[in-house]
């Protein structure tokens, strides 16, 4: 494990997450993420910790509103946000790491548009889901 650390574009959100060199993100394929070209990188709440800018994050909820996502109200960028598959975890925008910390990035898929399925089969064979709206 080390440390990444990231943030959205305009720099007042930063954060800091302990995760592998080689990462295994999640590209997934519901309305939300879709458009934003967001890459998950799911951790536990302990492996996260919110440097800067809690008070400029606001939050977009649709749908079963479990997941509270999370944009930077200067910039717009999501950098990071509470999913829905892991309501005690985080999702860290892959994009949104900086530069030079991780050597590798394995990008799977998957189905958020098929939300229930893909986290009853998919997520429990793969150890840890991703998630969508
Ligand atoms: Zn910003």
Redesign the pocket.
């Given at each position: 494990m080390i440390r990444h650390a990231g943030?959205?574009?305009?720099?007042?959100?930063r954060f800091e997450v302990l995760a592998p060199a080689q990462l295994q993100v999640f590209d997934c394929n519901c309305s939300i993420c879709a458009k934003s070209g967001y890459l998950h990188l799911i951790v536990p709440r302990s492996q996260f910790q919110l440097l800067s800018?809690a008070e400029?994050l606001t939050s977009y909820q649709f749908n079963t509103g479990t997941a509270r996502h999370l944009f930077?109200?200067?910039?717009?960028?999501k950098?990071f946000y509470v999913p829905r598959s892991h309501p005690d975890g985080y999702s860290v925008n892959a994009r949104c790491l900086d530069d030079g910390t991780v050597s590798a990035m394995r990008v799977r898929a998957f189905d958020g548009q098929h939300w229930e399925q893909q986290v009853a089969g998919a997520a429990s064979r793969m150890g840890e889901g991703a998630s969508d709206g």
């Open positions: 943030g959205c574009h305009c720099g007042r959100v800018g400029q930077c109200a200067v910039c717009g960028i950098s």
